[in-house]
């Protein structure tokens, strides 16, 4: 591993998915970073993931529900979620809602492991 490489979001490609774009940012043995975009009243029913997961609102709100509690994210919020918690979402705003989010361990080796699990969701979708 190089002791320094640099990413350009700009540059990052993105995945239109039935849960919103997806932009895989970053990806390596530790962590995995990725960008969601969620459209105007689009809901993403409950589910888990099994890695712990940093995120915040960047753009926009982010309703998230955890069981029967509800609770809105404004911009600069963030959560924290531990491996296999439920959780689901929605973008209760009229605009788009965008979250930058941070995984470890992550679940892919690469960002294009990622992007193939990505087109492969939509293709379903």
């Given at each position: 591993m190089k002791?320094?490489?640099?990413?350009?979001i700009k540059d990052a490609e993105s995945i239109d998915t039935?849960?919103?774009?997806v932009t895989?940012?970053?990806i390596n043995e530790q962590l995995m970073i990725v960008k969601l975009s969620l459209p105007p009243n689009l809901t993403?029913?409950?589910?888990s993931h099994n890695?712990?997961?940093v995120a915040m609102v960047t753009k926009g709100r982010l309703e998230v529900m955890h069981?029967?509690?509800?609770?809105?994210?404004e911009e600069g919020d963030m959560f924290f979620a531990?491996?296999?918690?439920?959780?689901?979402?929605s973008n209760p705003s009229q605009g788009t809602t965008e979250i930058l989010s941070v995984s470890y361990p992550p679940s892919y080796k690469s960002v294009e492991e990622f992007k193939e699990v990505l087109r492969s969701f939509a293709r379903r979708g």
């Open positions: 002791a320094f490489t640099l990413y350009r039935p849960e919103g774009v895989p940012l970053f993403i029913p409950p589910h890695c712990n997961i069981g029967n509690e509800r609770v809105v994210l531990l491996p296999n918690v439920v959780l689901g979402f």
